[in-house]
């Protein structure tokens, strides 16, 4: 498949365990914020978003934290199963600005 | 509903020349980001188009270039191609500039020798 990333951060994690992948974003100002799975060879896929008056959003077995004071998100993913490997990616905007994404973070889920 | 579909899927070119890739967006969006995506930079915003009008435009060189149709079909051009330029182009449909969600299509992989 093709390389999203050959020096990205990677995360090892167990079948059936917890995952916690995060994020540090750089503006302050910014009020919209996406996580995002990219498969190889795939475009990037939606997982779970959220907005600045929130500070935590739960989807089906994803969980999204934010702290504005230290401009810091993560995603937590419950019962981690081998489909979720992939590269997973946060991104920002303020109001219409274009989403600003960070470089990603690749799940490793060991069998 | 189908979703976003970009062509071609891969592309070889040579450097010095232009390429020409497509996207249809899902039925009913019509706006259109592109976005370039390499190992050593991550995902770059190129352009941004919302009833064939260019809304935002990223910190690419001019030899990059979109525009958006009138049924919100999108085309990006990058002429003079260069080594540098090989990369995946991902391209996303959402609603209006003012919804969040971007759904992206499975991108186009340009290699350039």
């Known amino acids: 498949g093709e390389s999203v990333g050959l020096h990205l951060p990677t995360l090892s994690v167990q079948e059936g365990d917890n995952s916690i992948i995060n994020c540090a974003y750089s503006?302050?100002?910014?009020?919209?914020f996406i996580w995002y799975k990219q498969e190889s060879g795939k475009g990037p896929q939606f997982i779970i978003d959220i907005r600045s008056n929130m500070d935590k959003r739960q989807g089906q077995r994803v969980t999204v934290l934010l702290n504005k004071t230290v401009k810091h998100l993560s995603l937590q993913i419950a019962a981690t199963q081998p489909g979720d490997s992939a590269v997973y990616f946060c991104a920002e905007r303020s109001g219409n600005t274009p989403l600003v994404f960070g470089k990603g973070t690749r799940l490793s889920v060991i069998a | 509903k189908a979703g976003v579909t970009q062509t071609p899927r891969y592309l070889i070119k040579t450097r010095g020349q232009q390429v020409t890739l497509s996207c249809s967006p899902i039925s009913g969006h019509r706006s259109v980001s592109w976005y370039q995506q390499t190992p050593g930079q991550g995902l770059q915003f190129l352009f941004e188009?919302?009833?064939?009008?260019?809304?935002n435009k990223g910190n690419f060189p001019g030899r990059f270039s979109g525009r958006q149709f009138s049924n919100s079909r999108s085309e990006m051009n990058v002429s003079t191609l260069e080594l540098g330029d090989s990369a995946l182009y991902l391209c996303?449909?959402?609603?209006?500039?003012?919804?969040?969600?971007?759904?992206f299509g499975p991108g186009t992989r340009l290699t350039v020798l």
């Open positions: 503006n302050s100002a910014s009020d919209y």
């Open positions: 188009y919302f009833s064939e009008t260019q809304r």
């Open positions: 996303a449909s959402f609603t209006s500039p003012s919804y969040n969600e971007q759904f």
